[in-house]
């Protein structure tokens, strides 16, 4: 596409945001939106327009104008991810939104709420992410090398290297990567070349049967013309003949007609697929429409970075030029200012001339553009009344928060959403207006105008595309830069000139003295001397007099109000090292990876189009053993209730037990919502940390969802497509590495580094291990060195803590089982986590999806009725049971292939050894002839002919055995998958529901136990 097109995209965008202004802050104020149906309209068509700026951005290569855009886009950004929170708020805390009314309400597809990544989140970081990786190969490597030694470290590091790489994708490829990888080029031509031999195959049997039924006349070959053979053909053979020519061409009419009823099929099939009214079903033709897409973009993407590449050079060249031409004449206004306050300066009564201020409280920025003046009264009032209006359309959004909430509700109803934030809104009105005063008339500039005869310079020209950049916006923009330049070279200047007018009046004052002072008088000297000694008394007085002052405003200060204290400054453990030394040892210890090239796109998955689906029944599995007391592996079944005050509950325990009975059926989400919560609560905050510092995103987010459900995909898609650093945290990866108290300075060590080298993601899979707090449950999750995962907790909660919303740095957490935490566990869990993300299993339309692209990459041809089949018999299984079932019924389909191929060619050597007598025979006579045995003569022709085994080969009457079908493959394979119990799926369910209700109060020790002093 042309930048004509993205720029158009760029146009809509902004006059949707103009549209979006109005309906949120209308001028009628009964119009302001109110419910929150009124509010999640607002914030589809937020996502829409986000889609198109998105887009717009991505492909447009005018370096000036993505700068521009960008602006807007990241103001888009944080203002639709402040009403997506506002929106979970008003729901009552539930972030699953369900939009299904408002997306009929404006004809949109469910595909509309899907919130693309901007692909500059990776791009403007390729460079850094491409030096870390390489740092972190060879710290590796030197690592392997001090292990291993020098010989053998070359090996270890390649095989280091292949697993370290391919350990992520393996784990993916096991039943966590959810999306098929595109086909190579080779495979590609490949199936076209296959498609091509069939349908020659086809031509040439029909070809041959036509051969066949004309060399069946027995004249064949005699040398007489076909006219006379006729006529010597008796009257059976004419009336055959004619039969075998009419069955040659029923053959080839059907052939051919095959051929165009296929081709035309293909055709409609091609057409359906451009119109996106039907999946692509060829693997071949969408790789191949995959590729060329992804060249089409590689080739924007490089004009892109020719465009930047110029624009950089122009900024020098320009600058430097505006500076020789406009310099000299910026410098002489400054001094003019400059002298003119440093007159007027002069003190009447002293004669002293003030000093030029510091360059750190800005020097003579105040001198050279003084600040406006103050607004006169009708400015002051028109501006009360814009601050009237806005209060206004706040105060309509209080209200709406009350009309979703339905109000206070009486005793034991939900508390009143907060008012919604506006930190973005600003912003927002000024990408706009930027665009409108800016972009919204621009024409670039034509050079070929003026070769024109004058009459037709007036006639409408066709506009250019050079995607090149501005030469009057680049000086525009390059002369306050030169100006503030040029000001400081000033300001240096003028301090030097003070300081040598300020030098000559001294001296010229001390010269002065000098002259009129009297000598020869020293008794007045000693009694000036004791004036001044008394003056010293006078001055310790005054002192004493300071310092009782002093203490009387300690003494007041009493009453006022104390301003808040610093925050107090942590220990750094790893004072005086540089974040390159923590990096390479980090990477040396295999906890620094290269995310897994993986998108959210490859979480397939829809939204669910009916209620969730019940879990089937499953065998009772075996029981686990328990570890550290009774109830260890136990859940508890109810949140633990507060205890009663004096007069009963209390008003914590009752608003509680609310919350609980609020969220008691919390939504499980879909596929699709799990995916673009993922992207609103990581990513986009993520990728776009420093323009979203005001946006209150989280700093720890919880994955959790059976194994198998795509928590580690997800994880690398998260760090992928933010362009961030990986760090890993997770049991598995600490196990053996910085025991004991060592662990606090590898966490010190990782968030650090993550704070560096932001943005960065802190990888924890397995996170209840790190939060158990009882010592014997501790040594369950202990790995081969004995080391309990939970030494890092203390370290991490304090870190955590420290972490401030712009620091760009997520921590990303994975469970596959969080119910199974104590009580105990589970509030430290809860303190920890800030969001939390169900990954649910999928439903039928997306077992559907799923099993369609997984059978599309193993080159596994479904129909239709057994996809449907298998979408119904497979309820309760992850997405990564789906794959592996997937990939064993297209290995058994394989080997069955193999299998009937293998019986069909020893049939054919059977039927050949029928019509003639069989070597082995022949073997056999020949054997009883020189006195061998016949039995290994005939082993031995049997061998030659390629037969193996024992038992004799089949013979053509024996019957033949049909494959079985791929139905009766996957009914053999579905016995061995174990779906979510029903007992699984309601513990699942019911902690869902408990951690997005209040944390109850922790409960007080009782008496008689340790801890509790008994009184």
């Known amino acids: 596409m042309s930048g004509r097109h993205y ?42 327009t986000y889609q198109k700026l998105c ?53 949109l597809t469910p595909d509309a709420l899907d919130m693309p990544i901007p692909a500059y989140f990776r791009e403007a970081r390729a460079g850094a992410l491409a030096a870390r990786a390489a740092a972190a190969a060879s710290a590796a490597q030197a690592e392997a090398a001090l292990v291993g030694g020098a010989a053998a470290g070359g090996e270890q590091q390649a095989g280091e290297a292949e697993a370290g790489d391919a350990g992520w994708a393996q784990e993916a490829a096991a039943g966590e990567d959810l999306g098929p990888r595109g086909a190579a080029e080779d495979e590609q031509q490949q199936q076209q070349q296959q498609q091509a031999a069939a349908e020659q195959q086809v031509v040439i049997t029909t070809a041959a049967a036509a051969s066949a039924a004309a060399s069946s006349s027995p004249n064949r070959g005699d040398g007489q013309q076909p006219a006379e053979a006729a006529e010597e053909l008796s009257e059976e053979d004419a009336a055959q003949q004619t039969r075998r020519s009419a069955a040659a061409v029923v053959v080839q009419a059907a052939a051919r007609g095959w051929l165009a009823r296929r081709a035309a099929a293909a055709a409609r099939r091609a057409e359906l697929e451009f119109l996106g009214m039907a999946p692509p079903a060829d693997g071949a033709r969408s790789a191949a429409l995959a590729a060329k897409m992804a060249a089409v973009g590689e080739r924007r993407r490089a004009l892109r970075a020719e465009r930047a590449a110029e624009l950089d050079s122009a900024l020098v060249s320009i600058k430097a030029g505006v500076k020789q031409r406009e310099g000299w004449s910026m410098k002489e206004r400054i001094r003019d ?72 509700g009486g005793k034991g109803g939900a508390p009143e959403a907060p008012p919604m934030s506006f930190a973005f809104l600003e912003g927002l009105r000024g990408a706009v207006q930027h665009y409108l005063d800016v972009w919204g008339e621009y024409e670039e500039a034509d050079p070929t105008l003026a070769l024109l005869p004058p009459e037709l310079r007036d006639l409408p020209q066709p506009k250019l595309n050079t995607e090149s950049y501005d030469a009057d916006m680049v000086t525009a923009e390059v002369r306050p830069v030169v100006l503030e330049e040029v000001r400081l070279e000033a300001d240096e200047e003028m301090r030097r000139l003070i300081r040598s007018i300020k030098e000559t009046l001294k001296s010229g004052k001390e010269g002065r003295k000098k002259k009129v002072k009297k000598g020869g008088k020293d008794g007045k000297g000693k009694k000036d001397g004791k004036g001044g000694g008394k003056g010293g008394g006078k001055d310790a007085n005054g002192g004493q007099d300071a310092k009782g002052g002093k203490k009387g405003g300690k003494k007041d200060g009493k009453g006022e109000a104390a301003p808040p204290l610093p925050k107090k400054k942590r220990k750094d453990l790893t004072a005086g090292r540089s974040v390159e030394s923590i990096f390479a040892e980090l990477a040396g210890a295999g906890l620094v990876h290269t995310p897994a090239p993986l998108t959210l796109s490859d979480y397939l998955g829809g939204e669910r189009l009916a209620p969730a689906e019940a879990a089937p029944e499953a065998a009772p599995a075996a029981a686990k053993p328990k570890v550290g007391g009774k109830k260890a592996n136990a859940a508890p079944a109810k949140a633990a209730a507060p205890p009663a005050g004096k007069g009963g509950k209390g008003k914590g325990a009752a608003e509680a037990a609310a919350g609980q009975a609020a969220h008691a059926a919390y939504p499980e989400p879909s596929l699709a919502q799990a995916r673009q919560a993922v992207a609103a609560a990581c990513v986009l905050p993520l990728g776009a940390h420093d323009a979203l510092a005001k946006l209150q995103a989280p700093h720890t ?49 990782v968030f650090k580094a993550a704070r560096a080298l932001a943005p960065s993601v802190v990888l924890i899979e397995g996170v209840e291990g790190v939060m158990v707090t009882d010592r014997t449950r501790a040594r369950a999750f202990a790995g081969a060195s004995g080391e309990p995962p939970n030494r890092i907790k203390k370290q991490l909660v304090v870190e955590v803590a420290d972490l401030e919303p712009g620091d760009g740095v997520l921590v990303l957490c994975t469970s596959s089982q969080p119910q199974a935490c104590v009580k105990k566990d589970e509030r430290a869990l809860r303190t920890f986590v800030q969001r939390y993300i169900q990954l649910p299993l999928p439903d039928y339309g997306s077992r559907q999806t799923l099993l369609a692209a997984f059978a599309q990459h193993e080159k596994l041809e479904l129909g239709s009725n057994l996809l449907s089949l298998l979408g119904q018999v497979t309820t309760g299984l992850t997405a990564g049971q789906l794959r592996s079932f997937v990939q064993q019924l297209a290995a058994a389909a394989e080997r069955s292939a193999a299998s009937a191929a293998a019986d069909r060619a020893l049939r054919r050597r059977a039927k050949g050894a029928a019509e003639a ?16 045995q016949p039995d290994a003569a005939a082993a031995q022709a049997r061998q030659q002919e390629g037969w193996s085994g024992s038992a004799a080969p089949p013979t053509a009457q024996q019957p033949r055995q049909e494959p079985p079908s791929l139905e009766q493959l996957a009914v053999g394979l579905l016995p061995a998958l174990m779906p979510l119990s029903k007992e699984d799926a309601a513990a699942v369910r019911e902690w869902t529901a408990r951690v997005h209700s209040p944390l109850p109060p922790e409960e007080a020790p009782k008496d008689g136990k340790k801890g509790g002093k008994k009184k």
């Open 7 to 48: 720029e158009e995209l760029w146009r809509e965008g902004v006059t949707e945001l103009v549209g979006l202004l109005d309906a949120e802050h209308p001028e009628d104020r009964v119009a302001a939106p109110k419910t929150l149906d009124d509010w999640s309209r607002i914030y589809v068509r937020y996502v829409v």
């Open 55 to 107: 887009s717009a951005h991505d492909g447009l290569a005018h370096p000036q104008k993505r700068a521009s855009l960008r602006r807007t886009l990241e103001v888009c950004l944080g203002r639709l991810l402040e009403l997506r929170g506002w929106l979970a708020q008003l729901g009552g805390g539930v972030d699953v939104l369900d939009l299904s009314t408002q997306l009929a309400a404006l004809h």
């Open 337 to 408: 200012k400059l002298n003119t306050w440093f007159l007027g300066s002069r003190d009447p009564e002293t004669g002293q001339y003030a000093d030029l201020p510091d360059a750190a409280k800005g020097g003579s920025a105040a001198i050279v553009n003084p600040p406006p003046p103050e607004p006169t009264p009708e400015e002051a009032a028109a501006a009360a009344a814009r601050a009237a209006k806005e209060g206004g359309a706040k105060g309509g959004a209080k209200a709406g928060a009350k009309a979703g909430k339905g109000g206070k």
């Open 701 to 749: 987010v919880l994955l959790y969802g059976p194994p198998g459900s795509g928590k580690s995909l997800l994880a690398q898609a998260v760090a992928h497509q933010a362009g961030a650093t990986l760090f890993d945290l997770s049991p598995a990866a600490i196990d053996g590495k910085y025991p004991g108290k060592a662990s606090a300075l590898l966490v010190n060590m």
């Open 917 to 932: 007598e069989p070597a082995s025979l022949q073997a056999e006579a020949a054997a009883q002839d020189v006195g061998q």
